[in-house]
């Protein structure tokens, strides 16, 4: 009888043992999440990475609607599964939309929380490069890639690692591109 339960604890064992290698495993691989269409293309910073995303989105012929400052009402009255932000900050951009800094991280934070609510994930691109990057465009960053599921970024705007260091403490899958076009087959593969 003794036997019999060393054995079936060593069988219980390793069954255990195979289920958390198999877990193990396929997180390594890095299994990414779904993504389904339509998805809402929308900017953090108002920079003209937004149009760009559009223009990708077109290429792959992906069912989008596009609007660079969605709020959170709009997303709660739109058809979307996924929203698509990309970030970068332009000073030209947030003027023309009648926004300072301020009121774009006010409205970025009512959209995600919005979308976290209604389960809506969220992909975050960076796809202008270093000129893209600065003190703005880094605030915006570090505010609002941790709260992705997903990011394409443009390997020059990542040339510090800012969006390695965030993909890795946050366990976010990351993607990077060589040039913006390479953001368009990533959004094809990742986007049902």
Known sequence: ???????????LALTILGLVFAIG????????????QPILITSIGQSPGAMMAKVLAKRVELEFVFEPTATA????????????????ASGKGLGAAGLDIDDEISRVNELICKANELEIPLIVMHIEGAQRRGD????????FVPE???IIVQKSGNDDGLFTQLSDENDIP??????????APILDELID
């Open 1 to 11: 009888m003794k036997k019999s339960k060393i054995l079936n604890s060593a069988v």
């Open 25 to 36: 495993t396929a997180d390594e691989e890095g299994e990414s999440p779904s993504f389904e």
């Open 73 to 88: 009402e709009q997303l709660e009255e739109m058809d979307v599964n996924t929203v698509v932000a990309v970030v970068g």
């Open 136 to 143: 703005m465009s880094n605030q915006l960053i570090n505010k």
């Open 148 to 150: 992705s599921y997903y």
């Open 174 to 183: 990351i993607k990077q591109v060589e040039k913006a076009a390479g953001a």
